[in-house]
């Protein structure tokens, strides 16, 4: 009787393993996106948003990650306060074609990541917010995945914005990015 248990756990033992080693990397990866384009027929993942840090003044900085066929991007949005005239207002939050991030990892080195096109943020009330995508290569992705984000500035037409990472936001980041390498 013992023996006929003991062969029942192992082989339920085996079947979850197999079970899990059978499912997908990314199958942990939580998808906003996750369909074909219509007219090009590439795929297209993009990740559910996640929260990297907080700033002193209550500002969110939150991420995903973007895959366009073999094309990949880092999201960030974030809002700032904006004031002025309505013009003004309406072009305070803007991140020009080629507008750089800057990212300094915990080897001290810079990883410098630029749009591919002009984002413009939505201003209501007195809050400008904006989505803007970096492109990836290969050799950033990989090292973002290896290394540790200490903070990043975000370069604008207006004032930059700069960002501290903890480690738990650096992390959550990593995992944001491994679902779209």
Known sequence: MRTVNMRRAIAASLAVVMFLTALPANAKCKFNVDTVHSRTGEKVLWTKWNTFTLMIKGKILVGSGLSI???QYFALRFDRYVSGTKAERD?????????????KLDDQSILELHTDEEFIGDVAGGQAEIVARYVLDASSLNALLKKRIMNIRIQTTGADEDFAFGKRGAKKMQKTLECIK
Request: glycine share 12%; net charge positive; hydrophobic share 50%.
């Open 91 to 103: 072009t305070a939050l803007v991140i020009p074609a080629n507008g750089k991030l800057l990212i």
């Open 69 to 71: 066929g073999d094309k």
